[in-house]
């Protein structure tokens, strides 16, 4: 079991900045792929981002690339989501999210997901 609790979220200005947390619980947190989805208002969730155990690996949606930066600190069983140069269509609820398989991740449907924390950035 994993059990994870975002942090970080909240008000922020088109082109400021954010970083969410998101803290993991479980003995085998260091070897699962932990990501990042969003779900924006009337819409589905879309994914992120994703990092691998190692954090070696990283995958992005394109609308965040070049602008959002995920790592891992394994020895806090962290994982970031650094948000820069916001935009008015990142607003949403960004769910942290983990599975033991990085392609059941990037499918949408990993095993463990958080509650959620709301990133509204303003225009």
């Known amino acids: 079991q994993v059990q994870l609790v975002e942090s970080g979220g909240g008000l922020v200005q088109t082109g400021g900045s954010l970083r969410l947390s998101c803290a993991a619980s479980?003995?085998?947190?260091?070897?699962?792929?932990m990501g990042w989805f969003r779900r924006a208002p009337g819409k589905e969730r879309d994914f992120v981002a994703a990092?691998?155990?190692?954090?070696?690996?990283?995958t992005y949606a394109d609308s965040v690339k070049g602008r959002f930066t995920i790592s891992r600190d394994n020895a806090k069983n962290t994982v970031y989501l650094q948000m820069n140069s916001l935009k008015f269509d990142d607003t949403a609820v960004y769910y942290c999210?983990?599975?033991?398989?990085?392609?059941?991740?990037?499918?949408?449907?990993?095993?463990?997901w958080g509650q959620g924390t709301q990133v509204t950035v303003s225009s």
């Open positions: 999210a983990a599975d033991r398989n990085r392609m059941t991740l990037l499918s949408g449907s990993p095993n463990y």
């Open positions: 479980g003995r085998t947190y260091t070897y699962y792929t």
């Open positions: 990092i691998s155990w190692s954090g070696v690996d990283t």
